[in-house]
């Protein structure tokens, strides 16, 4: 059961940290020939301050403006911005 707790916890932690790669497999702001301008343009599909759900009570999870991906708390956090 441990084992398969944390073998679950590497795996989301790892969508989480893949979430910003844009559509070449490449960081958001990375370096990456084939998006424009040579650096990496993000994921086309999710905007900052875009909500893509909602936790248990009912908060918005959004997209982190500034934050880190990783980290749940900053997904409740919008930073001022909403987008429904
Ligand atoms: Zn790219």
Do not use: I
């Not at 370096?31 to 650096?39: A, D, Q, W």
């Amino acid at each position: 059961m441990d084992d398969e707790y944390e073998r679950l916890k590497t795996e989301a932690y790892k969508l989480l940290s893949d979430l910003d790669r844009c559509v070449h497999g490449r960081h958001a702001l990375d370096s990456c020939f084939n998006c424009p301008g040579g650096h990496s343009a993000g994921n086309p599909h999710l905007k900052p301050g875009q909500v893509v759900g909602y936790d248990y009570t009912g908060r918005p999870y959004a997209v982190p403006v500034v934050g880190e991906l990783r980290r749940r708390a900053d997904w409740l956090s919008t930073g001022g911005v909403v987008t429904k």
